[in-house]
């Protein structure tokens, strides 16, 4: 059973920065892109930014682009970091596994994790 696991997520004014971490076990296979989606309270889920395998593919929401870096290391870890946070930023973030990084910006995931909360104040 795959399982996918962010850490990092907490309280940070506007304009800081943070890096959320993500471990996948259980068998995501070769070959498997991993992003991140985020949602804020009251609205939906939303792509951010996945990479395939060796981020020969990366892709980024246009809200995110310059400010956020996706990064992988090896085959099971996701890396998402974030600079000069404003308060359009906050909510549950949630790292996702797919077998196409440009899917995830259209269609989702096939797995998830549980989500990790980014709270900005300003």
């Known amino acids: 059973q795959v399982q996918l696991v962010e850490s990092g997520g907490g309280l940070v004014q506007a304009g800081d920065s943070l890096r959320l971490s993500c471990t996948a076990s259980g068998g995501v296979g070769s070959g498997y892109a991993m992003g991140w989606f985020r949602q804020a309270p009251g609205k939906e889920r939303e792509f951010v930014a996945s990479a395939s395998l060796q981020s020969l593919y990366i892709y980024y929401a246009d809200s995110v682009k310059g400010r956020f870096t996706i990064s992988r290391d090896g085959r099971n870890v996701v890396y998402l970091q974030m600079t000069n946070l404003n308060s359009g930023d906050a909510g549950v973030y949630y790292c996702?596994?797919?077998?196409?990084?440009?899917?995830?910006?259209?269609?989702?995931?096939?797995?998830w994790g549980q989500g990790t909360q980014v709270t900005i104040s300003s």
């Open positions: 996702a596994a797919d077998i196409s990084a440009a899917g995830m910006r259209v269609g989702g995931a096939s797995y």
